[in-house]
């Protein structure tokens, strides 16, 4: 279902069409409280009259029971707080679609349609050396060197084309000539939202790059029709 660039996935999770996990916990929780009061009731009933229970550990059981059930009830109110505002997040990045956002990951999932991608790396110190590799699922790497770099941030360019380099995942990682790891992003188009019905964050997917969960965003750049800066 996709609602403002949103989308739910509706996969089936084992429960019923339409139950939510909230829902579903909700049903156990009564029915464990069911099931309490029916085998209290039968242990009640069936004592022996010669030598019945002391009334304190009925008592004290039944306090237990509500304490558990006060316990659940809150577990499921914080349960429902999460899912709304999971709902609410995602609604607002939907709001989000079409407009270019920045990515932090070394992960990236290409397409045949995947054109030059934009990455940007921030160094925390001037570099002689600077390099960039991709490796594939296979093991085979594809270097791009980014030659010396000044301190700060500073953009560059893949293309996998140019590269011939096959659909698929690939694992990134940047080589500097003193050894640090620098902050590395790319940055493209919001094509979707997406909402796992069985929880979790909003997942953003990124034209070319594939789909990152919301913590993974470190920037929401505006429209991508116009020129991006830094």
Not at 123 to 131: D, F, I, N, R
Not at 141 to 146: A, E, G, P, S
Not at 173 to 188: D, Y
Not at 192 to 217: H, M, W
Request: aromatic share 4%; no cysteine.
């Amino acid at each position: 279902m996709a609602i403002s660039g949103v989308t739910v996935d509706e996969r089936n999770t084992g429960g019923p069409k339409g139950e939510t996990p909230v829902a579903k916990a909700a049903g156990q929780t009564l029915g464990d409280a069911d099931m309490f009061m029916t085998l209290l009731m039968a242990q009640i009933k069936n004592q022996d009259p010669l030598s019945p229970s002391d009334p304190a550990q009925f008592v004290n059981q039944l306090v237990q029971m509500n304490q558990m059930q006060t316990s659940l009830s809150m577990l499921s109110e914080l349960k429902g707080n999460a899912l709304m505002m999971r709902e609410l997040q995602g609604l607002a990045l939907g709001g989000q679609v079409g407009h270019l956002s920045r990515v932090s990951t070394n992960q990236l999932e290409l397409s045949s349609a995947s054109g030059p991608l934009s990455g940007h790396l921030t160094l925390p110190g001037a570099e002689k050396a600077v390099s960039v590799t991709l490796t594939a699922a296979d093991g085979s790497q594809t270097k791009v060197d980014l030659g010396a770099r000044p301190e700060g941030a500073f953009a560059f360019s893949i293309d996998p084309a140019a590269l011939k380099l096959p659909a698929g995942r690939y694992e990134v990682s940047v080589q500097t000539a003193s050894g640090k790891k620098p902050m590395l992003e790319f940055e493209a188009r919001i094509e979707g939202v997406r909402l796992p019905v069985s929880g979790g964050e909003p997942l953003l997917r990124l034209a070319g790059l594939g789909e990152f969960p919301a913590s993974s965003i470190t920037q929401l750049r505006g429209s991508a029709t116009r020129d991006a800066q830094g």
